[in-house]
C-alpha cells in the first residue's frame, strides 16, 4: 500500500529495492526479481506450475501473475487460495486476459496454423464478455 514505483534501469538503484518487475534481466522470485529478458529465459505457466496447461513463454506480467495472482484473488474474494473459486478464477483470467499479454510481449505470432491463444482485450470483445452466451438459460444482463 505504500510502496514507492520508481523507473528505472540503473543498476545500482534496482539494487536497492524490494521488488524489480521488468528490467534488471534476471528472474529470481526468492529476491523477487521478475524480468524475462534474458536469452536464456524460456519459462512458461506449465514450467513453473505443472498443474497448468499453458506452454506460452512468461512476461513480466506473466510472471507476477504466476507467484502472486491466486494470493491476490484470495485477498480479494475473501476465498481460500487452493479452492474452487480461486483457482477457476486464476485460470480464467490467465487464459483470457494474462496469456495474450505473455505472447504479444514476447513477440510470438496468435497463428501458425491453429491459434495459439486467443486475443480478448479489445474493447468489443471485453464488452461481448459480460453477455450473456446465445444458449443461457438466464438471458438478463442485469444478473450478477
Same mark, same amino acid.
Given at each position: 500500500?505504500?510502496?514507492?514505483?520508481?523507473? !528505472?534501469?540503473?543498476?545500482?538503484?534496482?539494487?536497492?529495492?524490494?521488488? &524489480?518487475? =521488468?528490467? @534488471?534481466?534476471?528472474? =529470481?522470485?526468492?529476491?523477487?526479481?521478475?524480468?524475462?529478458?534474458?536469452?536464456? *529465459?524460456?519459462?512458461?505457466? +506449465?514450467?513453473? +506450475?505443472?498443474?497448468?496447461? %499453458?506452454?506460452?513463454?512468461?512476461?513480466?506480467?506473466?510472471?507476477?501473475?504466476?507467484? *502472486? @495472482?491466486?494470493?491476490?484473488?484470495?485477498?480479494?474474494?475473501?476465498?481460500?487460495?487452493?479452492?474452487?473459486?480461486?483457482? !477457476?478464477?486464476?485460470?480464467?483470467?490467465?487464459?483470457? *486476459?494474462?496469456?495474450?499479454? =505473455?505472447? &504479444? =510481449?514476447?513477440?510470438?505470432?496468435?497463428?501458425? @496454423?491453429?491459434? +495459439?491463444?486467443?486475443? !480478448?482485450?479489445?474493447?468489443?470483445? +471485453? &464488452?461481448?464478455?459480460?453477455?450473456?452466451? %446465445?444458449?443461457?438459460?438466464?438471458?438478463?444482463?442485469? &444478473?450478477?
Amino acid at each position: 500500500q505504500d510502496a514507492e514505483v520508481i523507473r !528505472t534501469r540503473d543498476p545500482q538503484r534496482l539494487a536497492q529495492c524490494d521488488v &524489480v518487475v =521488468d528490467v @534488471g534481466g534476471e528472474y =529470481d522470485p526468492a529476491r523477487h526479481r521478475y524480468d524475462h529478458h534474458q536469452r536464456s *529465459f524460456t519459462q512458461s505457466m +506449465r514450467c513453473l +506450475r505443472p498443474d497448468k496447461p %499453458w506452454s506460452t513463454k512468461l512476461s513480466s506480467a506473466g510472471l507476477v501473475y504466476c507467484h *502472486f @495472482g491466486a494470493q491476490i484473488l484470495s485477498s480479494l474474494l475473501g476465498q481460500p487460495e487452493d479452492g474452487p473459486v480461486v483457482t !477457476t478464477l486464476y485460470d480464467k483470467l490467465y487464459e483470457n *486476459f494474462v496469456e495474450e499479454i =505473455d505472447a &504479444v =510481449d514476447n513477440g510470438i505470432a496468435q497463428r501458425d @496454423g491453429e491459434p +495459439r491463444y486467443a486475443v !480478448t482485450t479489445t474493447l468489443s470483445a +471485453r &464488452v461481448s464478455h459480460l453477455n450473456p452466451r %446465445w444458449n443461457d438459460a438466464e438471458q438478463d444482463t442485469e &444478473v450478477g
